[in-house]
């Protein structure tokens, strides 16, 4: 049934998996580098659409209002590649320190990787402040037969986030430790390289794990605003229940 995202994500991991084994292998081997080019730029979409795809199978769930489709989606996409590229970089660290092998551009790998985690910062910086901003406007969300009208979920869905018991996650889990904290250490990478030189190695490996435990929380964020449902259109009937009235 390639109609089921659950379908089309299995099949998407049982291609993407066997291929990350490979350009590991590859790597590994040293492989000549234009096969493993060539094997990165088939599996670069491949693979950026699994981080989509989360998105896609999570606001198929018409009635959880923070599961947007117009927003989930993208923002799972941006800090897919931003956790992954500092997975890359926290892995390529480990592994020149554990090895004991000396590069000489390593300085420059790392500013080139700061760019791009700069970028995606922001990028993703602002996808979380227009999903928070679109919830905040209490927007109807409609199904597919157009009859589901959800009237007050999004601004339950947002107060639930930034005010309610996520408040702390939301706040100091992903803006704080996810976002604004490496944000800082990259700007100081970038105007203190001189004086950091010698530590440039803990400063970037503290920024890469700073940003994936922000991009765990904000995956147990979303999964646990799944708790809050849309509210009814019209009252329960309760006249069924024992006791009710």
């Not at 599961?67 to 480990?94: D, E, K, V």
């Not at 004086?195 to 440039?200: F, G, L, Q």
């Not at 964020?221 to 006791?243: M, N, R, S, T, Y």
């Amino acid at each position: 049934n390639f109609n089921s995202w659950m379908v089309i994500g299995g099949y998407s991991v049982g291609l993407a998996f066997p291929m990350i084994i490979a350009y590991a292998l590859l790597w590994y081997y040293k492989v000549n580098q234009t096969i493993r080019r060539l094997l990165g730029v088939v599996g670069i979409p491949l693979l950026g659409f699994l981080s989509l795809y989360t998105g896609l199978l999570l606001s198929g769930a018409k009635f959880v209002p923070l599961w947007s489709q117009q927003y989930l989606p993208y923002l799972f996409l941006n800090s897919g590649i931003l956790t992954g590229l500092a997975a890359a970089g926290l892995a390529f660290l480990l592994f020149h320190t554990f090895v004991k092998t000396e590069l000489d551009d390593m300085s420059r790998i790392l500013q080139i990787v700061g760019y791009a985690i700069l970028a995606l910062i922001v990028v993703e910086g602002l996808e979380l402040y227009l999903f928070m901003n679109h919830l905040a406007l209490n927007p109807e969300k409609l199904d597919e037969t157009g009859k589901f009208i959800n009237p007050n979920g999004g601004a339950l869905a947002y107060e639930y986030v930034t005010q309610g018991v996520l408040a702390p996650w939301f706040w100091w889990g992903i803006v704080g430790m996810g976002l604004t904290f490496p944000l800082i250490l990259t700007f100081i990478e970038m105007i203190f390289d001189k004086i950091i030189r010698p530590y440039v190695n803990w400063v970037a490996g503290v920024k890469f794990a700073s940003i994936l435990a922000g991009g765990i929380i904000l995956r147990f964020v979303i999964v646990w605003g799944g708790d809050l449902k849309a509210p009814l259109v019209f009252p329960p009937a309760l006249f069924q229940l024992p006791l009710s009235g």
